[in-house]
């Protein structure tokens, strides 16, 4: 796997290292990797300071673990790297990374595209998120400026009123030693009290707060073991549910790490914390260990309401008690809404609660019903199913305002009246993407987020009446809206003919001769969808002369519930299949070549991006997987697995495995087979997919490829899955992955440089 220019004396530290990697190799039968971890760590570090752009696999500690299911025998050469508690493994890890900043230290120009990073960032605006607003009309919200590492939580009196700041985690992670983020918050109805949650190095795991907004003074002594706690607050503001992990959940098994989790409810007057809901706690309802209830009162109305999702699955159960039972953990639940209603999202708006379902409504269709008598079977349709999709709904006390997807781009509805709901398109300033940000039920109107491929989101505030205007929450930047900068869309069509959106970013006047650095980005699962957006980050690629193309892929949503499960399970492989045809496009249209195109994803896109590489090595010269999943034989043993059952499947079913087993990147590595550049990112802290998910793919990779190009792992020890991080810690990675590729894609200026003394 060797680089398209590659000095003298790269070449022989290449050879050097595999040299060591056979060494290592050639001790299989002793049975503990300690014995020769001193050979490695020697290999990696040599290979590193002579310019190697590769790690060194692991030599095995015995025979590979074989596991059988449904007849068929599958050998895991590396399952020990799933131990990362052991001290050997650690140190495989950690050398690995140090080799892998060595690499990427010696591109020649990640010094200067990391600067010019940093100089769009200082030059862009201040980024603003979850914006809340209160019935005494005080705003809540994290914004971060260009000089800022974390986002800040600030407030002020009416949308126009001074800032006051009211947290600081990077501070406060100063003065404890700790890398401290704010997880989400939540004011009380009337804003006297916010309630806020901490992470520490980006593990998604933390304390939970309650302070006065004025003097920020705690009203409750620190609450651990959150885990994204989403706060509901009571209407009158007197107590709050919140969600915990149970009591020692950190040594239970990994696949029950995450399981029963409860909510709770919590006066501000005294009193005990009350366990409301779980699984356990509620039995009679059958759910299983992964599901998790949001328990919250119905605004208005003495009633409560548990909405319910099982792990990943899209759907979701509904059920509804008094809200003094509730409060007390003694509630009858009834059930409104149960999986086969298809219920996507819903709402309550006054008398009635609104559904969003894909029931017979592939692209979803609006459904309401009086919260006097919720019966499902006797609800009525607000809105038909029809060509555009569904997208959202929130509701305000004027309107039920919906989100709704034509094309490539948004529209939002406004839903009014009572008798006979009226449903009207809003005007927008320009065509893009739209996301309601803030909808309360005491206040009319909502918050939204407007942004679109060629512009930064930005926020607005939809009153009752007139259009939506801007919020002046942080400064413009100058590069919210760059006009040298443009977006096409373009239908491919995949390998059994299906035509796949994908929409192009790129500098204007860009020349179709085949030359152009080019990444194609994909996702492809949970029925998400890339809507428009553009980052300044995203400004230094495309400054390189590079193409940056988001594929549409089969599992995400584009095109509703139908596209979703056309991507999902035994249906799988469309999803990297349609990368793969996006990438074909694009090399036959003109915009670039095999030799310089990459393919992009994270997370459930790393399936895309592994199996487009091993199905179709020869079809790129890059790719990268940030914290990503590749190993889905081994998905439901993780602590965040078995809640992605119904997304993957699992092993225990015989179809399931199949397709588990299809969809697995780390099976599909093969030994001999020259794959392209591959650097797998992952955050140490990550919680949701597993640091070994990459290490275990990457040493496979390591062990099989051949042809000089290389396999390196991206490491960062003080982050989880993304959430957390410092703007320090996303530019010194975008700098990675942009370099990554342009050092593979051949481009000059990206070349390693020679090591000290060495050839040029």
């Known amino acids: 796997m060797r680089p398209i220019s590659q000095s003298a004396a790269t070449a022989d530290a290449e050879s050097g290292s595999k040299l060591c990697a056979v060494h290592m190799l050639s001790f299989a039968p002793m049975k503990r990797i300690r014995r020769f971890l001193a050979l490695l760590l020697s290999c990696a570090v040599t290979a590193a300071a002579a310019g190697t752009a590769g790690i060194a696999p692991p030599p095995p500690l015995a025979p590979p673990v074989v596991d059988t299911h449904w007849g068929v025998a599958l050998a895991d050469p590396y399952r020990f790297l799933e131990n990362t508690a052991d001290p050997a493994v650690a140190q495989w890890m950690r050398a690995q990374a140090d080799a892998t900043r060595v690499a990427l230290d010696r591109i020649a120009g990640r010094a200067a595209l990391l600067e010019r990073i940093r100089q769009i960032d200082a030059a862009a605006g201040g980024s603003v998120t979850q914006i809340r607003r209160t019935s005494s009309d005080r705003w809540l919200f994290l914004r971060r400026e260009p000089q800022d590492n974390q986002f800040r939580l600030y407030w002020r009196q009416g949308a126009d009123g001074a800032d006051s700041l009211l947290l600081d985690p990077e501070a406060l992670g100063k003065r404890d030693g700790k890398s401290l983020a704010i997880m989400d918050f939540a004011p009380s109805p009337d804003g006297r009290l916010v309630a806020y949650s901490l992470q520490v190095g980006g593990s998604e795991i933390g304390t939970l707060h309650v302070i006065e907004v004025e003097s920020g003074r705690e009203v409750l002594a620190p609450i651990d073991r959150v885990r994204y706690p989403s706060v509901s607050w009571l209407d009158d503001g007197s107590g709050l549910f919140y969600s915990r992990l149970r ?15 409860t909510r709770h409810f919590r006066a501000l007057s005294g009193g005990d914390d ?68 298809k219920v996507a999202d819903l709402a309550f708006s006054g008398d009635w609660l609104y559904l969003k379902s894909a029931a017979d409504a592939p692209r979803f269709k609006l459904l309401r019903l009086p919260l006097a008598d919720p019966r499902i079977d006797r609800a009525e349709t607000v809105l038909p199913a029809g060509p555009e999709v569904i997208v959202s709904l929130e509701a305000a006390r004027d309107a039920v305002y919906v989100t709704r997807r034509r094309g490539a781009a948004l529209e939002l509805l406004r839903l009014g009246g009572t008798e006979r709901v009226d449903a009207a398109v809003v005007p927008m300033p320009f065509e893009g993407s739209i996301a309601i940000v803030d909808a309360e039920p005491a206040l009319d109107g909502v918050v939204l987020s407007l942004g679109g491929w060629t512009r930064v989101a930005k926020p607005y505030l939809l009153g009752k009446d007139g259009p939506p205007q801007r919020l002046a929450l942080a400064r413009d930047g100058a590069f919210d809206a760059p006009d040298d900068v443009e977006a096409r869309e373009v239908l491919v069509r995949s390998h059994d003919g299906v035509l796949v959106p994908m929409s192009i970013l790129s500098r204007k006047g860009l020349k179709l001769d085949g030359t152009n650095p080019a990444i194609v980005y994909g996702y492809g699962a949970y029925g998400n969808t890339e809507d428009p957006f553009f980052g300044p980050r995203l400004y230094a690629w495309l400054e390189q002369g590079g193409v940056f193309a988001v594929a549409h892929v089969r599992g995400g949503g584009v095109y509703g519930e139908q596209w979703r499960l056309a991507g999902f399970k ?11 045809a996006a990438a074909e496009w694009l090399i036959a249209s003109g915009y670039t070549a095999s030799s310089r195109i990459g393919v992009y994803g994270g997370s459930a896109g790393g399936i895309l991006v592994g199996r487009a590489i091993t199905e179709r090595p020869d079809l790129f010269a890059a790719a990268v997987s940030a914290v990503g999943v590749h190993d889905t034989i081994r998905s439901e043993t993780r602590p ?32 001999g087979v020259a794959y392209p550049g591959v650097m797998l990112v992952h955050g140490v802290n990550d919680i949701r997919v597993d640091v070994w998910q990459s290490s275990k793919f990457a040493a496979r990779l390591a062990a099989a490829g051949r042809g000089g190009r290389p396999v390196l792992l991206r490491l960062d020890y003080d982050a989880g899955h993304g959430a957390g991080g410092t703007r320090r810690q996303q530019q010194e990675r975008q700098a990675d992955v942009w370099s990554f590729f342009l050092w593979q ?16």
């Open 247 to 261: 009591e020692g959940y950190e040594k239970l098994p990994p696949a029950e790490r995450f399981s029963d989790r």
């Open 274 to 341: 009350r366990r409301v809901f779980s699984p356990s706690l509620n039995a009679e309802l059958k759910l299983p260990g992964y599901a998790s209830g949001h328990v919250m009162q119905v605004p208005g109305r003495p009633l409560a309401a548990a909405v319910v999702t099982l792990g990943v699955e899209r759907h979701r159960l509904l059920f509804v008690a008094e809200l003094a039972d509730a409060l007390k953990g003694t509630a009858r639940w009834r059930k409104v809404v149960d999986l086969d209603d």
């Open 570 to 580: 035994a249906t799988k492989p469309n999803t990297w299949k349609d990368a793969i």
């Open 640 to 671: 965040n697995g078995v809640a992605n059952i119904p997304e993957y499947g699992t092993v225990k079913k015989e179809d399931e495995f199949h397709a588990l087993r299809a969809m697995s990147s780390y099976e599909h590595v093969r030994a």
């Open 745 to 760: 894609f051949g481009v000059p200026a990206f070349q390693p440089a020679a090591p000290a003394g060495g050839a040029s």
